[in-house]
């Protein structure tokens, strides 16, 4: 939780790394994203080529209202491991304002929660003394040839003469990878936001088709970014057939999310008994903790917004700017379904293939009738 990137990717890379050094935590990262990396980009393409079909409309019309549900799901399941002092909660609720209210950079705020944090927060059990301190020099190689092996396309990409889309893509999702912390769903509600509003890749109703599915397949759930940068090229795909397009660019969002991973987890796995021995870094940690509960929060209510309203925008309202539905375009079937699966994920504490799978029997019955 930590380091910055998808923290389950991580996780298992730092495992494979544990057992058999560089070459296990490149194994076990690399068959951990290839079923999921082969499962969306087979269903970005169908998603492309069949949309509009009745049947597939009506599947996603069920899909965004259980997508609301299982999000405010994980945000019920956060709050015991977020929420554990009483300052936690102010962090909280202003990372949820200064995203949802004000439309602060979601780098900002975390930076703000862990100087915050390492401030306030209390000390843990001091250092131990095996713990090894960090070598310089090796981490300063383990860095100059991880760094390397992220960027090396870059240039490539800029051979592919009238198809800017590929070089933004690698730089965003770089970007992404670097300034994310907290999990898939802390990562969404940044990539969510910035897709739509400012590279308008994707719709906010596309953002929530794409997580739908990325909840059905198999694989870490922040493959759903694969999605969004199929679509981002599918659109712009400049002299290239946009199938094809769609392949590179779902090759390059995938290489400059995951690759960075493998940088974090190699220069600092040799020395992570000893930063969990670090007062200060276990404080910023703990308020980074409280910020992504905010994050999350506004991640939930975005796509609430987005899947019940047909018209949801920032609105200059003084000295903020929060975002505000159109109450004319609210989607009463919609909202019907997302308050069925919320009951189902909270009061009835079905799974996630369940809700996914009813929402979808439901949506495809109301679209045929």
């Known amino acids: 939780m930590l380091l910055p990137g998808p923290e389950a990717q991580q996780l298992v890379t730092y495992t494979g790394w544990l057992l058999y050094g560089v070459r296990g935590g490149l194994t076990a990262g690399l068959l951990f994203i290839l079923p999921g990396f082969l499962a969306i980009l087979g269903l970005s393409i169908a998603y492309t080529a069949w949309r509009d079909v009745t049947l597939v409309s009506g599947l996603f019309l069920g899909l965004k209202p259980a997508v609301v549900a299982i999000v405010v799901g994980a945000l019920w399941r956060l709050w015991p491991r977020a929420m554990t002092l009483p300052w936690h909660v102010p962090v909280a609720l202003g990372a949820f304002l200064g995203l949802f209210v004000l439309g602060l950079p979601f780098p900002l705020i975390i930076l703000a929660a862990g100087l915050f944090g390492a401030l306030v927060g209390p000390a843990p059990p001091g250092l131990s003394e095996s713990a090894p301190a960090p070598r310089i020099g090796r981490l300063f190689r383990t860095v100059l040839v991880w760094g390397i092996i992220w960027f090396l396309p870059l240039p490539l990409l800029g051979l592919l003469r009238g198809a800017p889309i590929f070089r933004s893509e690698a730089l965003f999702f770089g970007k992404v990878a670097v300034v994310t912390f907290g999990g898939a769903y802390a990562v969404l509600s940044y990539v969510a936001q910035q897709a739509v509003e400012v590279h308008h890749w994707i719709g906010a109703g596309e953002m929530l088709d794409g997580l739908g599915l990325a909840e059905t397949t198999p ?111 609210v989607q009463w079937t919609s909202v019907g379904l997302t308050l069925v699966a919320v009951v189902a994920a909270l009061r009835f504490r079905l799974p996630t293939w369940a809700i996914l799978l009813g929402g979808a029997l439901l949506g495809v019955l109301l679209r045929a009738g």
């Open 219 to 329: 694989g870490p759930l922040i493959m759903v970014l694969q999605f969004v940068g199929f679509l981002g090229a599918f659109r712009a795909p400049g002299p290239l057939n946009p199938y094809l397009a769609g392949v590179i660019a779902s090759l390059v969002t995938v290489w400059f999310t995951f690759a960075p991973c493998f940088l974090f987890v190699f220069a600092v796995a040799p020395y992570v008994e000893w930063i969990r021995g670090r007062p200060r870094v276990q404080g910023a940690l703990s308020g980074i903790m409280a910020a992504v509960f905010g994050v999350v929060l506004n991640l939930a209510v975005w796509f609430t917004l987005h899947v019940n309203f047909g018209t949801v925008a920032r609105r200059r309202l003084g000295p903020f700017e929060p975002w505000v539905p159109a109450i004319s375009t």
